[in-house]
């Protein structure tokens, strides 16, 4: 064998080595290409799934919200027929008569006036006169004040040892706390 035989041998070895070299490496960039697509398959999936998730995620919060804002603006339109209802009865009571007027002011001093109390009835109260005259007054020794207060009708007892508010707005405003859920109730079925 010549040295041409041993050259060419070489290079025929050489060129099989490199051939299956590149068929390895085809083979084994195909393996790494399927690899990579498995594996973007899988992540486009799961970022898909994720994505699904977020969005009803999303959806349901503003449906979470859209419930919420609806249910405030129900609220505060039953607590404005609410406050209607109580303006209305607040503009009853210092339109009443003067038998009526009367009556309720009675009522009041017998259940709440100690003796002494001074009685000072709001600057619009139109029967303090008629109030001052009720046997409960002399009763009780109960003293009237000159000055009138501001406030929504009725009157205030000033005592010796506390106050006590009897203004019609105040009397309204302790009936609606006791009172609002059952008027809530019948109002808006």
Do not use: P
């Amino acid at each position: 064998m010549g040295v041409e035989n041993i050259v060419e041998r070489i290079i025929s070895d050489a060129e099989k080595s490199a051939e299956d070299m590149i068929s390895e490496a085809r083979e084994k960039a195909g393996e790494v290409v399927a690899d990579a697509e498995t594996r973007a398959e899988r992540n486009k999936k799961g970022t898909e799934a994720e994505l699904k998730i977020k969005i009803k995620s999303i959806d349901d919060g503003k449906a979470a919200t859209a419930r919420l804002d609806s249910a405030k603006i129900l609220l505060a339109e039953k607590r404005r027929v609410i406050d209607a209802v109580y303006a209305g009865v607040l503009e009853k009571l210092i339109a009443l008569g003067r038998r009526e007027s009367v009556a309720v002011a009675e009522r009041l001093l017998n259940a709440y006036a100690e003796e002494g109390d001074e009685i000072v009835f709001a600057e619009n109260y139109k029967f303090a006169q008629d109030v001052a005259k009720l046997s409960v007054v002399a009763e009780k020794k109960l003293k009237i004040a000159l000055k009138g207060a501001n406030i929504d009708g009725g009157f205030i007892l000033r005592g010796e040892k506390s106050d006590k508010d009897l203004s019609y707005g105040a009397l309204l405003a302790l009936d609606r706390e006791a009172h609002q859920a059952e008027i809530a109730k019948r109002l808006f079925k």
